[in-house]
């Protein structure tokens, strides 16, 4: 049942690597981290552009006043274009483009801290790795991506869960200002007191109302951490599932405390990452259910419910074992649990667009697949796809379901902004008929969820 071992250094790499693999054969692999594993999904960035898209033209803009006569351009010869960040996303068409023109942002990088204000102004071609390392500096940190290679655009537009969302919110409700570019090349700043509209609306919102420059975000102070990775053999994974239970119920209310779990179901293993926000000696008592565990080598949203979530873990391993068949294929589940601080945030910074549940604990169920023959495609999304809905209709039935997708892990097909509720997606296009009344980043714009 589980008998590629192989692949778990793989996807250990993943976590410290990602998407940056040089090794032409790694590339061949293709990623699915999406809820459900897409039709045709690709790395969308390898790091040295040597991405499976072959876009037209690249264009690598250093300032704002660049993106908007690289927008003005674009706007006036209607190519199709794509926006990327940090290249994370591995939706075909998202951060990169076949035959149009990809606006890179890499250059616009600069990480600028105001220690009066403790705000840090950061650049949209940032990946949290750098601005966590500007940030040490000062004992502050963001609340960014939980792997450094993600890039800093696409995880704030998409909501962004962070290592300590648990005691500072989301990503994107600790954003105090958007420098936005609109289709026309206008520069605007978005905030609470000017195009709050639009502030609410980027706050989720993603890529549909201009090419985001420059974040300001509040830091939070942060000195040294508590944390690690535990392996368990998958024969664990009841136990393991259990314990993420538990550690809902009881101790995520210790709001230093934040973990994350990878069920890697076809490799065998489970990986529990466990960080704890203080600088302590040993385990804290938040983390005493991953303890009593016997620990060795081996190793949807719904709401939080002991045994839907023993349902998830066995419609996980079956998604796995289907998957078993399709050459180099492992599904990982990862379990991301979701506290009511976590949610909450946004009522103080204007609210946002998400839509979310509040007062409630739930989980944030990922599926991610890899595979290697491209023939293999259709076959692995479609179990992936058939294992969330299986999940989600087995919370419907208990009551227990969410409308509510987790942008920065859904799958393209997935109807993210609807999960936002009529009122807010409704909210959403008057923004974006207001500051893009031609629809560039409807129509022209190949990458994200559109309105
Ligand atoms: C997990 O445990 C089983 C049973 O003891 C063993 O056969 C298997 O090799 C272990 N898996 C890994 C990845 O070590
Ligand atoms: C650009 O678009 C914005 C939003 O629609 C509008 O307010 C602004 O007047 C436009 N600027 C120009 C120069 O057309």
């Known amino acids: 049942m589980f008998s590629k071992p192989s692949l778990t250094t793989f996807f250990l790499l993943l976590s410290s690597r990602a998407f940056q693999l040089a090794d032409p054969e790694a590339n061949a692999l293709r990623l699915s981290p999406a809820k459900t594993a897409c039709s045709d ?12 898209a072959t876009p037209e033209c690249i264009v690598c803009p250093r300032s704002a006043a660049q993106v908007a006569s690289v927008l003005q351009t674009i706007t006036a010869t209607g190519a199709p274009f794509a926006i990327r960040s940090g290249g994370h996303s591995p939706n075909l068409g998202w951060s990169n483009i076949e035959g149009g023109v990809l606006i890179d942002l890499s250059r616009i990088n600069e990480i600028t801290y105001n220690p009066l204000s403790t705000n840090v102004v950061v650049g949209t071609g ?8 500007a940030l040490e500096a000062h004992g502050r940190t963001a609340v960014g991506g939980r792997v ?28 105090v200002d958007y420098e936005v570019v609109l289709a026309n090349g206008t520069i605007v700043n978005a905030n609470t007191n000017s ?9 989720g919102g993603t890529s549909n109302f201009g090419v985001i420059t420059r974040f300001t975000l509040k830091t939070v102070p942060m000195s040294k951490i508590w944390g690690g990775v535990i392996t368990y053999n998958a024969t664990q994974a009841e136990a393991v599932i259990d314990a993420i239970y538990t550690y809902q119920t009881e101790h995520i209310s210790d709001l230093k405390s934040a973990i994350s779990v990878q069920f890697i179901l076809g490799a065998g293993v489970v990986l529990v990452t466990l960080m704890y926000a203080q600088s302590i000696s040993s385990s804290p008592v938040a983390f005493a259910p991953f303890d009593s565990l016997p620990y060795n080598f081996y190793t949807t949203t719904v709401d ?35 506290s009511p601080t976590m949610t909450a945030g946004s009522a103080k910074t204007g609210g946002n667009a998400l839509g979310l549940p509040q007062n409630t604990n739930m989980m944030w169920v990922n599926f991610a697949a890899a595979w290697e023959l491209p023939a293999d495609d259709d076959a692995v999304a479609k179990a992936c796809k058939y294992g969330i809905q299986k999940i989600s209709r087995t919370a419907r039935a208990k009551g227990l379901s969410r409308d509510y997708l987790f942008m920065n892990d859904a799958g393209e097909d997935q109807d993210v902004l609807g999960s936002y509720g009529s009122e807010n997606r409704a909210g959403l296009r008057k ?18 969820f559109k309105l």
């Open 126 to 133: 940032n990946r949290w790795g750098a601005v966590y390392s």
């Open 148 to 175: 450094s290679p993600v890039g800093v655009g696409g995880f704030l537009l998409g909501g962004g869960l962070s290592h300590v969302s648990n005691e500072y919110g989301l990503g994107c409700d600790n954003v």
């Open 431 to 448: 923004v974006a008929r207001e500051v893009d009344p031609e629809g560039v980043f409807q129509i022209l714009e190949t990458g994200g």
């Open 195 to 203: 195009h709050s509209e639009l502030y609410w609306a980027l706050k």
């Open 304 to 338: 939080m419910h002991k045994d839907m979530y023993q349902d998830i873990l066995s419609i996980a391993t079956d998604t796995s074992e289907k998957i078993a068949k399709y050459q180099g294929a492992a599904l990982i589940f990862v379990a991301q649990t979701i």
């Open 41 to 52: 999904l690709r790395i969308a960035d390898s790091g040295d552009h040597s991405s499976w």
